[in-house]
């Protein structure tokens, strides 16, 4: 992207550098505004304290990262943080810079920055759109794991006395090795959001039938939105499960055209005995062993698969379903709550 379109997307992204939006853009933030139709109180507060410091003002020379899956409501809370930080009259609004790695275009079509955009606008945010300001910056990259390259671009932020908060779904062992081998030491910190699971959902309403709740667990998971929708709506609705899909699947299969995602979580779920099996999954999918260990590693890697267990989450076990129900049924209750780790 150039810089004069890195400057539109960051313009409309980051509202609170315009004085008559600093304290009413939470009003109509997309994310905000969504989680105030389909909240569950508990999974706010959780994700509220687990970022607690980071809310209470810049901390300059420091890089956090939040780590879960996608849906489970890390951009959200990274939003939280920045209400809390640009409505304090002691920060210069314009020093928190948001960078959305995954946003929409001007007729609404998905897009994504690539490696060279992150670091143009870390490196130089005044040159790609950010207002100049006095001290370091807060620079929030939502999805930042879906840069090539991304932990150079971070670890230079840091040392030029920026914060850098970003989310992410994927988390590669060899990328933070490498974000911490390049920053200085205890500058990184990792910080993890996770579904919730069937003992948090009893322990969160210890009145309500453990059945039921057992029940309505195994058909929407511990994704807050999925748990919160099947409260209000009687089910997890169309317009989640794609989202949660279409991410999923830029993490796992990264354009590449034999990589179905209905098919691997169909076929994982099929396959799944004691352990997940590389060799069957093959047979199944019709792909090499090796092309599957390279799919079953980046499920792990974007925090959907155990490969002791198999899929995390109850909802993941019925995405093929609701994606494609013509070409996969749902599976059983049973099936669901032996395997989800």
């Known amino acids: ?9 960051l313009r409309a992204t980051n509202p609170w550098w315009s004085r008559r939006r600093r304290a009413s853009w939470v009003l109509d933030d997309p994310e905000l ?14 994700a509220r304290a687990v970022l607690a410091d980071l809310a209470a003002g810049p901390r300059p020379g420091t890089v956090t990262l939040v780590v879960g899956p996608r849906g489970v409501g890390k951009t959200t809370a990274v939003k939280d943080v920045v209400a809390h930080l640009v409505a304090d009259p002691a920060v210069d609004p314009r020093r928190v810079v948001l960078v959305p790695v995954e946003h929409l275009d001007e007729d609404d079509r998905p897009r994504r920055m690539g490696g060279v955009d992150v670091a143009a606008v870390l490196r130089l945010p005044t040159r790609t759109g950010a207002p100049a300001c006095d001290g370091a910056r807060v620079l929030v990259v939502d999805e930042v794991g879906t840069v090539p390259r991304w932990p150079a671009a971070v ?9 850098v908060l970003a989310t992410t779904s994927v988390l590669d062992p060899a990328d933070l090795a490498a974000l911490r081998a390049a920053t200085p030491c205890g500058a990184v910190q990792v910080l993890h959001l996770r579904p ?10 210890p009145a ?3 059945a039921g709740v057992r029940a309505a667990f195994l058909r929407h998971g511990g994704l807050p939105r999925a748990i919160a929708e099947h409260r209000d709506l009687g089910d997890v609705g169309p317009a989640f ?11 796992v299969c990264r354009g590449e055209e ?5 098919r691997l979580l169909a076929a994982v779920c099929a396959t799944t005995d004691r352990f997940v099996e590389p060799a069957a999954l093959a047979t199944t999918l019709g792909l090499t062993t090796c092309e599957v260990g390279v799919l079953l590693e980046r499920l792990e890697h974007a925090h959907a698969l155990d490969p002791r267990r198999g899929l995390v989450d109850p909802l993941l076990h019925r995405l093929p379903s609701l994606l494609a129900p013509d070409r996969h049924t749902a599976p059983s209750d049973a099936h669901i709550a032996a395997f989800s780790s």
Request: glycine content about 4%; proline content about 3%.
């Open 1 to 9: 992207m150039r810089n004069n379109e890195l400057a539109q997307v």
């Open 33 to 46: 505004t969504t989680r105030d139709a389909h909240e569950w109180p508990l999974a706010t507060a959780t």
């Open 155 to 163: 670890a230079e932020a840091c040392r030029r006395g920026h914060q």
């Open 196 to 205: 919730a699971t069937f003992a948090e959902l009893v322990t969160a309403d």
């Open 208 to 210: 309500a039938d453990a």
């Open 241 to 251: 499960v794609e989202r949660v899909a279409a991410g999923l699947h830029h993490d």
């Open 258 to 262: 034999r990589c179905p995602l209905d």
